[in-house]
């Protein structure tokens, strides 16, 4: 198959272009530094052309209440350019319980998205994975200082991003869902007992204080990032990837 991977220059995009490449499709990857640009249309038509399907990795620059013009705007142009080049399948890659966290922009953004697809004229799939292993450095760095690190004991099931690019390239390579595929972990586990085993793993002194309140996941309560019942669950566990990152 002949695929188009928006954002294919990215932590996940460049996996995906690598593994589908791998497997003898042709993926090849769009982004500004390829000369497309999804705001203002430009590239699309071009890098879209002949494409089977469409894997939407693209990101927000911004987490803020711009993330939601960004997703509308980026879904209008790449959906009318999809119909256009007679596109087969759209994939997107989303969040694990986004629906259910409307007081945070960035995921309202990415809810946004989500229905765009529903709606546009191209069998689609939503591949919904929990938080990357990879971004627990930036999650640590929002609410720290020298000596500490304040995180709320938000429960979350995090995954590696090489168990994520799988899932995506399994959606991608099958018949269109017209639904929702859920990738998680396979441990659960509360934020603020991830960053002490993240900081015990990279010998950093700092201690990890339980605060409600801290950072973007502080507005979150409850279950709301679990992944349900019939998720699949990828193998690669935190512990032992974090000391191997270490």
Known sequence: MKFT?????????????????????????????????????????????????VINLANSPTFDEASLEFFRTAMHNLLAAGERAGVRHQVILSIVGVDRVPQ???????????????????????????????????????????????LPATPIQPIAAADVVDAVAHVSTGTPLHGIYEVAGPDVCPLDELGRVTLAAQKDARTVTTDAQAGMFGAITGDALLPGPHAHLASTHYQEWVQKAG
């Open 5 to 53: 991977v928006i954002g294919g220059t990215g932590l996940i995009g460049s996996q995906v272009v690598r593994k589908l490449t791998a497997a003898g499709h042709q993926a090849a990857p769009a982004a500004p530094s390829t000369g497309v640009d999804l705001i203002t249309g430009e590239g699309l038509d071009q890098a879209l052309e002949g494409a089977e399907g």
């Open 104 to 150: 945070l922009d960035y995921y309202r953004a990415k809810t946004l998205q989500e229905d765009l697809l529903r709606q546009g004229p191209t069998p689609y799939s939503i591949v919904r994975a929990t938080q990357f292993f990879e971004f627990m450095d930036a999650v640590l760095s929002w609410t720290s200082d020298d000596s500490t690190v304040r």
